[in-house]
């Protein structure tokens, strides 16, 4: 939250506006992925560490999000049955649009 509370300030310095937003990752995501683990059967096991970082670190960040307000979590953006990811955080055009069109909303332009 260190890096998003500078990033913020750095913005606002500047007379823009800040928009903090927690990526989807494979790990949290109720998606579509057989057509990855067909391509990778270890994607969500491989390597055991990052995962293990991915479900220490974002309930930890979600909690203070939660506390600070003005982030955004888009975690559960992508929970839906289409082929959003071409890895564990890499996102196919669908994903893409899928985010694109939240983050509009958040922003207004929707």
């Avoid at 479900?55 to 559960?76: C, I, K, S, T």
């Amino acid at each position: 939250m260190g890096d998003w509370q500078v990033a913020k300030h750095l913005v606002e310095l500047y007379g823009g506006r800040f928009i903090g937003i927690l990526q989807p990752v494979l790990y949290f995501s109720q998606t579509r992925v057989d057509h990855l683990l067909a391509i990778y059967p270890t994607l969500l096991s491989s390597p055991p560490e990052l995962r293990a970082q991915f479900q220490a670190v974002y309930p930890l960040v979600e909690r203070r999000m939660a506390e600070d307000g003005g982030f955004h979590n888009l975690v559960p953006a992508l929970d839906v049955d289409e082929y959003v990811y071409v890895d564990f955080c890499h996102l196919s055009p669908n994903g893409n649009r899928l985010i694109a069109a939240q983050i509009a909303k958040l922003i207004g332009h929707d």
